[in-house]
């Protein structure tokens, strides 16, 4: 039974094409949907006299979201190419089963959750991610500012794919991630049954995670899991309304370019005044926290016997 569940056929590369077809674009089905609450949110909020909405930053959020959707269509033939590479490469292949979902998925978001923590962690991945946490309002388009250069962090993901999961059900997975994430971007829904809130990374236990306060900052990173928060202490209970955006809040929030990729701007900027290697290393891989405080150290801006501030 072992052999025969792990066992399963390669599949042929050249029937490629044929998958891709096959494989569901999940997320493009639900975007009529996602417009609708987005909508309804929008209206209600107007209707309440609640600033949750900004012009600016809305059409920021939908450009970017817009953006990320078309890269991930036409990434998707190659990374499915990598995965059914995978597959073909490993003994231990499983066949196509709806139920794999349900371990994969749990897995996933294991993987999802480290691949979180260093990208708050580690400038490099800073820059893939930052863009989602650059709105300083919190509302449903939230979840449409997925960095257009965040598939850059598909080698947290690679472990999945070696456990021998089926590329489709890797494929729908992750569409089924990031679409769980769409609901938890708002703040009409307040907190929720206590074992939903122990368990699930909810609206109320997101938005902790979108906080600049300082007991917020780098917390919650669970997408649809929080209980890896609580596994690995990083878990923060929302007890104050956050603050929304980051330590330091970009202009031009309408454009997509700009959110996407001012992160590699400074990062460009900053190693062009680097003093030395060892620097400039720091610069593209340290923590964010660290070089901001050392940056204003090195500016004469932060005495040497301030506590440093987490980035956000």
């Known amino acids: 039974m072992f052999e025969t569940f792990f066992g399963a056929e390669k599949i042929s590369l050249h029937s490629l094409e044929s998958i891709e077809q096959g494989v569901p674009n999940i997320i493009v089905w639900a975007?009529?949907?996602?417009?609708?609450?987005?909508?309804?949110?929008?209206?209600?909020?107007?209707?309440?006299?609640?600033?949750?909405?900004?012009?600016?930053?809305?059409?920021?959020?939908?450009?970017v979201g817009l953006g990320n959707v078309a890269i991930g269509l036409v990434l998707k033939m190659?990374?499915?190419?990598?995965?059914?590479?995978?597959?073909?490469?490993?003994?231990?292949?499983?066949?196509?089963?709806?139920?794999?979902f349900i371990p994969c998925y749990i897995l996933f978001d294991f993987c999802s959750y480290w691949a979180h923590n260093v990208s708050h962690r580690l400038r490099f991945f800073w820059a893939t991610h930052v863009a989602h946490h650059t709105g300083e309002h919190y509302n449903l388009t939230v979840s449409f500012r997925l960095s257009w250069v965040?598939?850059?962090?598909?080698?947290?993901?690679?472990?999945?794919?070696?456990?021998?999961?089926?590329?489709?059900?890797?494929?729908?997975?992750?569409?089924?991630?990031?679409l769980f994430q769409f609901w938890v971007h708002t703040e009409y829904i307040?907190?929720?049954?206590?074992?939903?809130?122990?368990?699930?990374?909810?609206?109320?236990?997101?938005?902790?995670?979108?906080?600049?306060?300082?007991?917020?900052?780098?917390?919650?990173?669970?997408?649809?899991?929080?209980?890896?928060?609580?596994?690995?202490?990083?878990?923060?209970?929302?007890?104050?309304?956050?603050?929304?955006?980051?330590?330091?809040?970009?202009?031009?929030?309408?454009?997509?370019?700009?959110?996407?990729?001012?992160?590699?701007?400074?990062?460009?900027?900053?190693?062009?005044?680097?003093?030395?290697?060892?620097?400039?290393?720091?610069?593209?891989?340290g923590n964010p926290s660290d070089i901001d405080t050392y940056k204003r150290r090195k500016n004469g801006l932060l005495p040497i016997t301030e506590e440093k501030k987490t980035e956000h």
Request: aromatic letters at 22%; a positive charge.
């Open 78 to 100: 190659f990374l499915l190419w990598i995965f059914i590479a995978i597959y073909n490469l490993i003994p231990w292949r499983m066949p196509f089963h709806w139920w794999t």
């Open 150 to 178: 965040q598939y850059f962090k598909i080698i947290f993901f690679l472990p999945v794919a070696f456990l021998g999961f089926h590329p489709i059900i890797l494929f729908v997975t992750n569409q089924v991630a990031v």
């Open 190 to 285: 307040k907190k929720m049954p206590r074992i939903i809130e122990y368990i699930f990374a909810t609206p109320s236990n997101h938005r902790v995670h979108h906080g600049s306060q300082e007991k917020y900052i780098n917390k919650n990173y669970g997408a649809t899991f929080i209980i890896w928060d609580r596994i690995f202490g990083t878990f923060q209970e929302e007890t104050e309304r956050p603050i929304y955006g980051i330590t330091h809040n970009i202009d031009h929030k309408h454009d997509p370019i700009h959110i996407n990729f001012h992160e590699y701007y400074d990062i460009i900027r900053d190693v062009k005044q680097a003093d030395g290697w060892r620097e400039v290393l720091f610069y593209i891989f």
């Open 31 to 63: 975007a009529p949907f996602m417009f609708f609450f987005v909508l309804l949110e929008y209206f209600i909020s107007r209707w309440q006299n609640k600033k949750l909405y900004s012009r600016s930053e809305t059409i920021g959020s939908t450009l």
